[in-house]
């Protein structure tokens, strides 16, 4: 366990399962206390359960990111349990995917209520710790779709504002030593990929292939890349680090 993060707390929303499950793991691994949210609190205990067996420390709650009172009163009960939280993953995310003429208003609300106004009310609740603290760590997860991604308006609307999003915070509280970044992942192999593969009716395992015969490093992403880079950005070294989105897609992107 790493001095510095022995006793720092770190949020991950959207921890039930996928890329958020990973990265609360592999924060757990480097010694930080871990609080897991997500609407399925159930999945989210199950690893909270196995931080705690392994010796770290970690709780479960259930929090719907969009509702201010939730976002508000949960953030406080892991200040209560878990101490001051320094470091805060905004993960939650959903999918409407549909093009445009098929979209209707609550699949773009829905995602832009998650995404969006989610890592808002995560991170003005989170930053009042991080600013008394005089340390902090905010780490938004975008996409690859924000540069544009066929029948994803919403998603990819919702991802290219939290890079905006991310660029503005980390103007605002770099002064309180609080470092603010985003990774966009490319191609991740995780329930909600496999949910667009159902949707265009491709077989999961064709539709892996299919991307990764398109990557430079000849593989579509896991979790733990993105689980790694996060433990990156939220560490002591990348301190100097803040306001840039990172690309995780096995090779260049626009």
Same mark, same amino acid.
């Given at each position: 366990?790493?001095?510095?993060?022995?006793?720092?707390?770190?949020?991950?929303?959207?921890?039930?399962?996928?890329?958020?499950?990973?990265?609360?793991?592999?924060?757990?691994?480097?010694?930080?206390?871990?609080?897991?949210?997500?609407?399925?609190?159930?999945?989210?205990?199950?690893?909270?359960?196995?931080?705690?067996?392994?010796?770290?420390?970690?709780?479960?709650? %259930?929090?719907?990111?969009?509702?201010?009172?939730?976002?508000?009163?949960?953030?406080?009960?892991?200040?209560?349990?878990?101490?001051?939280?320094?470091?805060?993953?905004?993960?939650?995310?959903?999918?409407?995917?549909?093009?445009?003429?098929?979209?209707?208003?609550?699949?773009?609300?829905? @995602?832009?209520?998650?995404?969006?106004?989610?890592?808002?009310?995560?991170?003005?609740?989170?930053?009042?710790?991080?600013?008394?603290?005089?340390?902090?760590?905010?780490?938004?997860?975008?996409?690859?779709?924000?540069?544009?991604?066929?029948?994803?308006?919403?998603?990819?609307?919702?991802?290219?504002?939290?890079?905006?999003?991310?660029?503005?915070?980390?103007?605002?509280?770099?002064?309180?030593?609080?470092?603010?970044?985003?990774?966009?992942?490319?191609?991740?192999?995780?329930?909600?990929?496999?949910?667009?593969?159902?949707?265009?009716?491709?077989?999961?395992?064709?539709?892996?292939?299919?991307?990764?015969?398109?990557?430079?490093?000849?593989?579509?992403?896991?979790?733990?890349?993105? %689980?790694?880079?996060?433990?990156?950005?939220?560490?002591?070294?990348?301190?100097?680090?803040?306001?840039? @989105?990172?690309?995780?897609?096995?090779?260049?992107?626009?």
């Amino acid at each position: 366990m790493a001095a510095e993060t022995a006793s720092r707390v770190a949020i991950v929303t959207g921890a039930a399962r996928g890329i958020g499950a990973a990265t609360a793991w592999r924060l757990a691994q480097d010694g930080f206390a871990v609080a897991l949210l997500d609407l399925d609190v159930e999945s989210c205990a199950e690893a909270a359960e196995k931080i705690n067996a392994s010796g770290g420390r970690a709780l479960a709650a %259930a929090v719907d990111v969009s509702d201010s009172e939730q976002v508000t009163a949960v953030v406080q009960k892991v200040a209560d349990e878990l101490g001051a939280p320094t470091v805060l993953v905004n993960n939650a995310g959903i999918l409407r995917d549909n093009l445009l003429f098929k979209m209707t208003d609550d699949d773009w609300d829905a @995602v832009m209520n998650v995404h969006l106004r989610g890592a808002f009310l995560m991170s003005r609740a989170v930053q009042k710790f991080q600013t008394e603290q005089g340390w902090g760590r905010i780490v938004n997860l975008s996409s690859t779709s924000a540069l544009g991604n066929r029948g994803q308006a919403n998603y990819a609307t919702a991802k290219a504002g939290l890079q905006g999003f991310t660029k503005t915070l980390a103007i605002e509280l770099g002064k309180f030593g609080v470092t603010v970044n985003a990774i966009a992942p490319g191609f991740i192999a995780t329930e909600m990929t496999a949910a667009t593969a159902a949707r265009i009716k491709v077989d999961f395992e064709d539709f892996k292939k299919a991307a990764a015969s398109q990557i430079p490093v000849a593989r579509v992403g896991t979790p733990d890349d993105i %689980a790694h880079t996060v433990s990156f950005l939220v560490s002591e070294g990348a301190g100097f680090v803040s306001g840039q @989105v990172i690309y995780v897609a096995g090779g260049p992107k626009d």
